[in-house]
């Protein structure tokens, strides 16, 4: 696929019925779905200030981790998944997305917003990530991204658009990577790697990214590849995309 941004991965013509993601309890969303409710979650964030220039923190590996993240990333913001927990002097950090039960822990910069997600929160500047997803506009305005606007940060090193796309295209290219095959995610999304070869390059391809979650030894083989270290332990999927050969 042609994309210069990764915005270009969920545009309104790659929408259609073929499954784009599984979650960890064998649930499946179609890119249909995978489009629209990214549209729904950057329309959502914009309410919380998220925008160029600012990060976001992303707590968790489920569905809606990941759509706080590709909606973060249509506002041009930078996503930074598990963030420590003392963001107080992070100047840039403005709003943390975490189950409601995490929110607590995070200590944030004044003017930080908390989204919560799960349960509904009982703090009134708490925002449900949930409830808006649902009620949101399932409709997004064009889009002009630079290919230099950064997308992620460990809090170390930050990526860009144009980065993540050169390393899963590279990963696309390497492991033969098509459409409809499934790769499930076996290693943590703090990793930039990870969130190429797992998240970046199924899109890309316009297979199917497996959230395998907490579940995954319970799962048996639920792809065709697996993202992990050459390092972890064995994975049941046939074939492994090793997280050391990605080029980040």
């Known amino acids: 696929m042609n994309a210069g941004t990764v915005d270009d991965l969920l545009t309104r013509e790659l929408r259609d019925e073929r499954i784009g993601l599984v979650d960890a309890t064998g649930r499946e969303y179609d890119y249909h779905w995978l489009c629209t409710t990214s549209w729904k979650a950057g329309n959502f964030l914009r309410h919380s200030g998220v925008r160029e220039g600012v990060t976001v923190g992303v707590v968790g590996d489920g569905p809606l981790a990941l759509l706080a993240f590709l909606g973060t990333t249509l506002l041009e913001g930078t996503t930074r998944f598990e963030p420590p927990t003392d963001l107080a002097d992070d100047d840039e950090f403005r709003a943390l997305v975490a189950p409601v039960d995490a929110l ?5 910069p ?15 500047d708490v925002h449900h990530f949930d409830a ?7 409709s997004f305005p064009p889009l ?3 290919p230099e606007t950064a997308i992620l940060t460990d809090g170390e090193r930050t990526v860009s658009h144009g980065q993540v796309l050169e390393a899963a295209r590279g990963v696309v290219d390497d492991a033969d990577l098509a459409a409809d095959d499934r790769v499930v995610v076996r290693a943590p999304l703090s990793d930039h790697r990870t969130v ?19 579940e995954d030894e319970r799962e048996g083989e639920r792809g065709t590849y697996a993202v992990s270290s050459a390092s972890a332990e064995s994975v049941p999927e046939p074939n492994r995309i090793d997280l050391d050969a990605v080029s980040l």
């Open 104 to 108: 607590e822990r995070y200590d944030l």
């Open 110 to 124: 004044r003017g930080a917003q908390r989204v919560g997600y799960g349960d509904k929160p009982d703090a009134p």
């Open 132 to 138: 808006g997803l649902w009620s949101e506009n399932p």
């Open 144 to 146: 002009s991204i630079d």
């Open 196 to 214: 190429v070869a797992g998240v970046i390059a199924p899109l890309l391809a316009r297979g199917v990214t497996v959230l395998s979650g907490d």
